[in-house]
């Protein structure tokens, strides 16, 4: 049995992915919707007060712009959970390394990403697959952090963790502190069994995030790097600064934001970032995308 968690700040999501979870679940639920379109308070907030007052013994923090395509996902997640009492957390995507570098959940490199989701664009964009799995074919894999978009769990593990409602106000870092913290008193999982739609404009990734993320990892510091691999690449972090310069190249990010984002890492002192620092500045503001596609036309 689930209890299905959604803060919603769009009826028509709210309405689509509750005909949705009806048709596909495949197991007893209980949705509980908090319609965020007045309020507007942290979706740490939101959650905790949904988690309070869930009925079942096992929770899924969904977004509500999702669409499941698999018939019976629930019972794959009461599956996993009931297969080993170790896994308290399940998500679709998440990674088995969180960086002291600033970053979102994932890194960029196949050895430590896992993934299994379908990002539509909902202005009319392309469709983007993400499947990162490793070559063993395993269903189920370990990792640390947990995308936000799908995160279920033990209601046991989310009394003893709590979605940081203290600390984090707004809308972006709960899913990779909530399941880091998860990850010291349990096993966090990405599946691959659950195949799923996100309707997203590609995410939020501007002065907000940037801000949260500076002070997430400045908070954090004494406890980052976090993984449960026995051996990482001498140079990951530096690999991951520029994985995450390259990714935020095309945001419209204020010019002190990225300064900052620069100097708190000291990202100057590494030459291997030069060419990355370069972009993070000047892609966006001298319209270099513009030209590359003008390029890709022709």
């Given at each position: 049995m689930l209890s299905v968690l959604i803060c919603s700040n769009d009826i028509f999501y709210q309405n689509q992915v509750r005909e949705n979870i009806k048709n596909t679940i495949g197991v007893p639920y209980e949705i509980l919707c908090f319609d965020n379109r007045l309020g507007k308070k942290g979706i740490c907030y939101v959650y905790n007060e949904l988690a309070s007052k869930a009925s079942?013994?096992?929770?899924?923090?969904?977004?509500?712009?999702?669409?499941?395509?698999?018939?019976?996902?629930?019972?794959h997640i009461l599956d996993s959970f009931a297969e080993d009492s170790n896994i308290g957390v399940i998500g679709v995507a998440g990674s088995k390394y969180k960086s002291k570098t600033f970053s979102g959940w994932y890194t960029g490199y196949?050895?430590?990403?896992?993934?299994?989701?379908?990002?539509?664009?909902?202005?009319?964009g392309a469709t983007q697959l993400i499947f990162l799995a490793n070559d063993s074919?395993?269903?189920?894999?370990?990792?640390?952090?947990?995308?936000?978009?799908?995160?279920?769990?033990?209601?046991?593990?989310?009394e003893q963790v709590r979605v940081d409602d203290d600390q984090l106000k707004g809308f972006h870092f709960y899913d990779i502190d909530f399941s880091l913290r998860a990850a010291q008193h349990c096993s966090v999982m990405v599946t691959y069994e659950i195949d799923m739609v996100h309707i997203t404009t590609g995410g939020d990734f501007g002065n907000n995030w940037v801000d949260t993320a500076i002070a997430y990892h400045q908070s954090n510091n004494d406890s980052l790097p976090y993984t449960k691999l026995r051996s990482?690449?001498?140079?990951?972090?530096?690999?991951?600064?520029?994985?995450?310069?390259?990714?935020?190249?095309?945001?419209?990010?204020?010019?002190a934001r990225k300064?900052?984002?620069?100097?708190?890492?000291?990202?100057?002192?590494?030459?291997?970032?030069?060419?990355?620092?370069?972009?993070?500045?000047?892609?966006?503001?001298?319209?270099?995308?513009?030209?590359?596609r003008l390029f890709k036309r022709k």
């Open positions: 079942f013994p096992h929770l899924c923090f969904v977004h509500e712009d999702v669409l499941f395509r698999t018939q019976g996902w629930g019972k196949r050895e430590f990403d896992c993934a299994n989701i379908l990002h539509l664009d909902r202005n009319g074919h395993d269903k189920i894999e370990e990792v640390v952090t947990i995308d936000g978009v799908f995160i279920s769990c033990r209601k046991e593990i989310w990482v690449p001498h140079d990951i972090e530096i690999r991951i600064a520029n994985t995450w310069l390259d990714r935020l190249k095309t945001v419209k990010i204020s010019w300064v900052k984002w620069i100097r708190q890492q000291k990202l100057y002192r590494h030459s291997k970032s030069y060419y990355s620092i370069l972009k993070f500045l000047l892609y966006k503001p001298l319209g270099l995308k513009y030209i590359h």
